[in-house]
């Protein structure tokens, strides 16, 4: 959009965007949501057979959704300069990096859904382990590239192996708490993931400025790896509870 409209025009072009889903989302998205009904849900919770809440395993899918943000924006700060230094043309380096920024939410888009269901047959708990491990290993690579087009095949395997944490994550965060917690414990499951957008730009920008450009990958693949043996960790946790029970 900045070499059609313009960096200003981008502004403008991406709030109209913005406005036009909100208008879709007036009038068009219909929500059958009765006062009574959520009233009744609530007195339920309050009965003692209500489910308590695990906090170790909330907080460990609160690190994880983190993680997912994180992954995707640490080389924000770098992208430019990395793929500058791998020989793109200084007039094309912005449009380049929007491309190899968009190919981990390509790959996401197509594989989310499938990892989706995948998770139904065979437990949310190992696909996200799973896809922790293998997006974590994803990033390393990104480190030894030598063409732009090497580094968005990278993030679009990348962002195909992240997919399957958020609806893993979902799903096990509305089991985690009681139903009338439901939206408070997706409201922290987005606050979780907005944080990782703040977190991960500031790691990469001080990891590049202080380790080098190539060390971002390193440390962003040991924190998903690290971050898949906490999912394990929890998995154990809650199986424990529940064999407990």
């Not at 590239?145 to 095949?153: P, S």
Request: a positive charge.
């Amino acid at each position: 959009l900045p070499a059609w409209l313009g960096i200003r025009g981008t502004f403008f072009a991406g709030g109209a965007m913005i406005a036009v889903a909100a208008l879709l989302t007036i009038f068009v998205v219909k929500e059958d949501f009765h006062p009574a009904d959520a009233d009744a849900r609530k007195a339920t919770s309050a009965m003692p057979s209500a489910r308590r809440t695990n906090y170790a395993i909330v907080s460990a899918l609160l690190a994880t959704a983190m993680m997912v943000l994180l992954a995707n924006m640490s080389i924000e700060p770098i992208i430019t300069v990395y793929i500058g230094g791998l020989g793109v043309a200084p007039e094309h380096i912005t449009r380049i990096a929007g491309v190899v920024m968009a190919c981990s939410a390509l790959g996401s888009m197509l594989t989310a859904a499938r990892l989706g269901a995948l998770a139904d047959r065979i437990g949310s708990w190992n696909v996200i382990v799973a896809c922790l491990v293998v997006t974590g290993i994803a990033m390393i690579p990104q480190a030894f590239v030598t063409e732009w087009w090497q580094l968005g095949g990278l993030r679009m395997l990348m962002g195909m192996s992240l997919a399957g944490l958020l609806p893993a994550i979902s799903k096990l965060a509305r089991h985690s708490v009681d139903e009338s917690k439901t939206g408070q414990m997706l409201g922290y499951l987005q606050s979780a993931q907005f944080s990782g957008q703040v977190i991960g730009p500031v790691i990469g920008g001080q990891i590049g400025v202080y380790l080098g450009l190539h060390s971002v990958f390193f440390v962003t693949g040991s924190l998903l790896i690290a971050c898949a043996g906490l999912a394990q960790w929890a998995r154990k946790q809650q199986d424990g509870g529940m064999q407990a029970r």
